[in-house]
């Protein structure tokens, strides 16, 4: 019964969703409208699917598992923290897919700084290591 009303609910976002996107790429004419929205989409498809593996799966195994005659002796410790993570990852996924928050929230907490530096970092050994492989094929 779970189950049947679970998939029926998630059939019913995908069709929305698809009714939605449809309606959205034949009336939208702004291209920063439609970047916006599919960021906005794609977050909200996330989150919509987080539930899934952060609360629904932990504890339906916990239950299930026992019923099965199935003893699992840690599930007991996994299970809490598990579900204990759904308000953690739902906004993080919000602010991780729209792009003004994501650039705004590593700037605030300083990651800005050490992904550049990281990303020049690998750029110059990249660049290094392909001058000394091209010159060691020209000798």
Known sequence: ???SSMISTYAIIIYCSYIINTYLKKRMKSAQSMRIHKQLFRSLIYQSFVPLFTAYYPAGTAVLLPVFGITVP????IV????????LFDPLLLILTITEYRHTFFGLTGFSRLTRLWTSHSIE????????SSVASLT
Do not use: K
Request: charge should be positive; proline fraction near 13%.
């Open 74 to 77: 840690f599930i007991s410790i």
């Open 1 to 3: 019964m779970v189950c």
């Open 125 to 132: 050994s990249t660049t290094s290591h392909f001058n000394r």
């Open 80 to 87: 809490p923290p598990a579900c204990a993570t759904h308000p």
